[in-house]
T-cell receptor, first 114, second 109 residues
Framework: EAQVTQNPRYLITVTGKKLTVTCSQNMNHEYMSWYRQDPGLGLRQIYYSMNVEVTDKGDVPEGYKVSRKEKRNFPLILESPSPNQTSLYFC?????????????FGSGTRLTVV | DAKTTQPTSMDCAEGRAANLPCNHSTISGNEYVYWYRQIHSQGPQYIIHGLKNNETNEMASLIITEDRKSSTLILPHATLRDTAVYYCIASSNDYKLSFGAGTTVTVRA
């Protein structure tokens, strides 16, 4: 089944403890992206990648890192999480050069930083 | 990206067509209109997009006015499973889509 898989689905962590949220897609998509969703603020883009080793900042990149060493994986790294990074996170992917398809989103990761 | 304006919420009856309006009066010539929906904190789901011609797929139809300043998403036979937040986005960069507040659509039996 074509899908974007995020892990974990739920995570509670403490301030300052480094964590990684994984994202993997099995559709050979060039493009991948991370969003966070907060009440009243909608979905905001954190980082995106248009291909392997190509990443760029979205609207709210502060406090996050990403890497794209392989086409299928796009992990989101929080080096020193803080409570204001408590949020619902979504990974998305799509083809870059075929505009007949939109983004495919993962099921989300609900992160709580205490 | 052009600003889009959608109603905050709307109801529709199960089995009837649901017509979701979106205003994008400042849209530029190279900006597409995209529609996504999000069912209760699940990942958003792509519905349809278009530039100036009307579009139809298995989920919905997209009607764009001739001046492109507004559009309507039509769900032809709404079901309870269509209850969701619907996002209308106008953008020339399909790799930097901005999701606003959307329209909360409630389908009632």
């Amino acid at each position: 089944e074509a899908q974007v898989t995020q892990n974990p689905r739920y995570l509670i962590t403490v301030t300052g403890k480094k964590l990684t949220v994984t994202c993997s897609q099995n559709m050979n998509h060039e493009y991948m992206s991370w969003y966070r969703q907060d009440p009243g603020l909608g979905l905001r883009q954190i980082y995106y990648s248009m291909n392997v080793e190509v990443t760029d900042k979205g609207d709210v990149p502060e406090g996050y890192k990403v890497s794209r060493k392989e086409k299928r994986n796009f992990p989101l790294i929080l080096e020193s999480p803080s409570p204001n990074q408590t949020s619902l996170y979504f990974c998305a992917s799509s083809f870059m050069w075929d505009d007949n398809y939109g983004y495919t989103f993962g099921s989300g990761t609900r992160l709580t930083v205490v | 990206d052009a600003k889009t304006t959608q109603p905050t919420s709307m109801d529709c009856a199960e089995g009837r067509a649901a017509n979701l309006p979106c205003n994008h009066s400042t849209i530029s010539g190279n900006e597409y209109v995209y529609w996504y929906r999000q069912i209760h904190s699940q990942g958003p789901q792509y519905i349809i997009h278009g530039l100036k011609n009307n579009e139809t797929n298995e989920m919905a139809s997209l009607i764009i006015t001739e001046d492109r300043k507004s559009s309507t998403l039509i769900l032809p036979h709404a079901t309870l499973r269509d209850t969701a937040v619907y996002y209308c986005i106008a953008s020339s960069n399909d790799y930097k889509l901005s999701f606003g507040a959307g329209t909360t659509v409630t389908v009632r039996a």
